[in-house]
């Protein structure tokens, strides 16, 4: 039996707030200071030695695959073996724009030749924006597949792949996606290994983004879909990408890719053609900062420490604003950076403009979406990690009401 | 009246060296280890602090055009406004590489869409084997262009570029040019800012990679081209790319993009796509480093210092074993990284693989010319900054004495 509320008593907390100028950001997912401080080290680090464990000297050119303990960090982070690490510098993006970049310029392993204009990427949705962006900037055509509680609806993605050699990757945040924090199941996993593809070329591109990014001590679990790969003889179908950018710093971490000996091998070739070798410095720095998989774990358990918080302070505030109304759904993720907030059909965009008339800054509706377009006009992502917890709760609170307001406007409310 | 030589005793010094298992690396424009250690402070910077002079906290996303004071400071070294510039990560190599690839992509401002495939790219010969590898790897035909004691040949440089729509881009490293030493004459400069192209979207990729890098007190004067181009009414017409690669540490430097606001533009919103911003804590390193043009030029003499004593090393190695006898000429550069040596024709591969053979690595001949192959066989690049100067010398009679033998093999030598 759904709840009441007074409209009337909404709209007035929601003007009072509108009176106090506020200025809140939850458009992205940033770190707070706080948990920037928790590397802090990195700001002084390597000190005076600039020798690799290999010996070589870190400040020189060289070293295109990345330093021996920069790649095990990574390997670390990313539940791999060292050997199939790549450690690029500050933005995993980029490791998959320059692949996506390659592959329309020249192709992939087990490719005929450059990926055409026409490609079609699938994009599981609600999903990360730049992703999207990336692949619409060069030119292939976002195909929307949906997610489930499990992973991307693998009957549309099988369907999508087997017939059309045009379908040539897919857009994965195998844990705690982004925006919605499922983690991807087993079966999922598996499924996207030895699915049949018309393209000999396919490519899985695996953002595991949020790898070590648990909120809680039950961390829940992800198959290895490198493995599972190998196992379904498909090596080359999946490239891994990880980094630190939510571990140390955002602006200043190293990145990585994960993949099979061709693959690694592809893409060394091209970049060696753009630069002569990454920031290994700065690996250095980040290796003596997480000597191991049990530094890396303390580490992050110290991020979860302050944001948790976070995360069960807005649950709390919507529950209580929106519990039993009908009127909006949203996550409790068990890691990631966001909340996953589905309004009723059509309202989102005006929730998104509401809120910011008070001061609110979210992600704009749709950009979870290809193009920006979310068909339903219902998704919004909630980023609760930057603000100071004074702000987020005002946040959280200012955009139930927009919730419940522009509800009210629609008629969806039993109001009193 | 030409010198003459023992070719017996060439020969005997030659097998001595042999005997002795050498490893002499002369292959790559590397600084030492002591102009590393100009720079160490970066070692253990910024220390505590993390903000920006804008206040903003350096260790977070964003801040994709870098931050004010690293402008500054590549300004300076581009002889630039810090207005026109943005900074980049560690490669300017990179910024070019995705400069062509964006080309290719999706064209360039006053372009009518992608670069076709048969995109044809002038190369200054001797040049940079990265240059022409990456347009290479991009599918661009590379044309060569003889280079002059003032630059590239304008006459030839004209003639391609006026009817040829097909010709959009040609590389120069207008000061102290890798290899030849060359600082482009201000005739040089006004006439390919004033040149008409029959490509509206030509651009000239302006790598200042030696911009402040002197040997000598009496600095090679070069213009603005940035200014020339504007003057002429072409101001997108030039892409200038500098970086403290050889300024600071190759390897965790920061480089920068200068040119004019269509230009930036179009860099930036590509750059958005591959990237949420670069490594600003790298960036505030540098500034607290060189914090002003006065710094840069007292850091450029320190480099000077090290370094000039290896080129006249070299110099006068090469001018007590080959002076006179008519088979080689080479270069005495006032900045830079490289001598320029040329043997006579037919004999640079031979002399490059008998150095070999006595431990000696040098650049691959022909390397310097487009797909590795230079048409009279007599390009060597010599690089003497990185080995210890006792090593250096070695290396430089080595070198000397295996041109001496191919001549004397080719009956090149008037011989005792």
């Known amino acids: 039996m759904p709840a009441t509320i007074s409209v009337a008593d909404a709209a007035a907390r929601f003007e009072a707030f509108q009176r106090l100028g506020l200025n809140l950001d939850m458009t992205r997912g940033k770190p707070c200071a706080e948990q920037l ?7 002084s680090a390597p000190g005076a ?39 690029g510098d500050n933005a995993s993006l980029s490791l998959m724009y320059d692949t996506f970049s390659e592959a329309m310029h020249r192709g992939v392993p087990g490719g005929e030749g450059p990926w055409p204009r026409a490609t079609r990427v699938l994009c599981p949705v609600p999903g990360y924006d730049r992703h999207f962006g990336l692949a619409a900037h060069l030119g292939c055509e976002l195909v929307s597949v949906e997610m489930t509680t499990e992973g991307p609806d693998l009957d549309q993605v099988r369907a999508l792949v087997a017939d059309d050699p045009a379908v040539k990757a897919i857009f994965c945040v195998p844990r705690y996606s982004n925006p919605t924090g499922v983690t991807y199941s087993d079966e999922i996993v598996e499924g996207l290994a030895n699915m ?80 002569i070798g990454p920031d290994k410095i700065n690996q250095l720095r980040h290796a003596q900062l997480l000597p191991d998989a049990g530094a890396v774990r303390a580490h992050m358990r110290r991020h979860a420490e302050i944001i948790r918080p976070k995360f069960e302070a ?40 509401l809120a910011g008339r008070c001061g609110v800054k979210l992600t704009p509706a749709g950009a979870t979406f290809p193009y920006g377009q979310d068909p339903r006009d219902r998704n919004i992502r909630v980023a609760p990690t930057f603000p100071p917890m004074d702000e987020l709760r005002q946040a959280a609170e200012i955009l139930a009401l927009a919730i419940v307001l522009i509800a009210a406007e629609r008629d969806l409310l039993e109001s009193l």
């Open 49 to 87: 030695a600039g020798r690799a464990n290999d010996g070589s000297d870190t400040r020189n050119y060289g070293g295109l695959e990345g330093l021996s303990e920069a790649r095990r960090l990574l390997a670390d982070l990313l539940s791999v073996d060292a050997a199939a690490v790549v450690v």
């Open 37 to 43: 401080d928790l590397s802090g080290e990195l700001l």
């Open 314 to 353: 807005v649950d709390a505030i919507l529950d209580a604003e929106l519990g039993g109304l009908g009127i909006a759904t949203w996550s409790r993720p068990r890691g990631g950076y966001f909340i996953d907030l589905d309004t009723r059909d059509g309202c989102a965009r005006d929730v998104v403009a």
């Open 196 to 275: 049949p593809t018309a393209a000999t070329d396919f490519r899985i591109v695996w953002d595991n983004a949020y790898a070590v990014h648990h909120l809680y001590d039950d961390e829940v679990p992800l198959a290895d879909i490198l493995a599972a790969c190998r196992a379904a003889g498909v090596a080359d179908r999946v490239l891994a990408f990880g980094s630190t950018s939510k571990v140390t710093l955002p602006g200043s971490g190293i990145c990585a890719l994960a993949a099979s000996p061709a693959n690694r091998e592809w893409f060394l070739a091209n970049r060696a053609m753009r630069t």
